[in-house]
């Protein structure tokens, strides 16, 4: 039995210690302003798979040449962003015009966009870390997290109010 709760203590805290070492590792990325985009479909793989997570860079629009990858806002779809590579740059009477596509995608977007002042590039992915803050962002998962450390606090509380007598004389 003492074994095993060696066994569940050092499970417990590696997990928590890479809980933690992740989460800061977030925070850094946004601190260093990286924004992190959740990639839904099928239309950038073998580059970006689905489920995977591209990380964004904000620069400059006019900086963005044929071959990035960047992230926009969706023309047709409000609130929708898209992650596809630049495949042609020109001036029009209004600025830049980008035509993008998807690398899995047989065609171009069926649209070409205008990027005024910063765009995302994405500069590194991680796969299938985009699952993971899909599921994070969902009401059911933050209610989980939210019930397992009430569960926890509330654990400890009754673990020191329930302490036995000869535990406490031990640890004076």
């Known amino acids: 039995m003492r074994m095993f ?27 260093a302003g990286y924004h992190p985009v959740a990639v839904y479909s099928g239309s950038m793989v073998p580059a970006i798979p689905v489920g995977g997570l591209a990380v964004d860079r904000p620069v400059p629009a006019a900086s ?16 929708r ?8 740059i020109f001036h029009t009477a209004h600025g830049l015009a980008y035509r993008t596509k998807g690398d899995a995608n047989p065609t171009r ?8 002042g910063t765009v995302g590039r994405v500069s590194f992915r991680v796969p299938y870390a ?16 939210i019930l397992l450390a009430c569960g926890t606090v509330l654990v400890a509380l009754l673990k020191r109010i329930w302490r036995s007598p000869d535990v406490e004389e031990a640890a004076a």
Do not use: K, N
Not at 10 to 23: D, Y
Not at 64 to 79: E, K, M, Q
Not at 81 to 88: E, F, G, Q
């Open 5 to 31: 709760r060696t066994i569940a203590r050092g499970t417990a805290s590696l997990l928590s210690g890479l809980a933690v070492l992740l989460v800061a590792a977030y925070a850094g990325l946004l601190l």
């Open 64 to 79: 963005v040449r044929v071959g990035d990858v960047i992230t926009f806002s969706d023309p047709y779809v409000p609130g």
């Open 81 to 88: 962003v898209v992650t596809h590579r630049v495949i042609r």
């Open 109 to 116: 977007d069926p649209w070409t966009i205008r990027l005024h």
């Open 130 to 145: 985009g699952y993971a803050l899909v599921y994070a962002r969902t009401r059911e998962i933050r209610t989980v997290l």
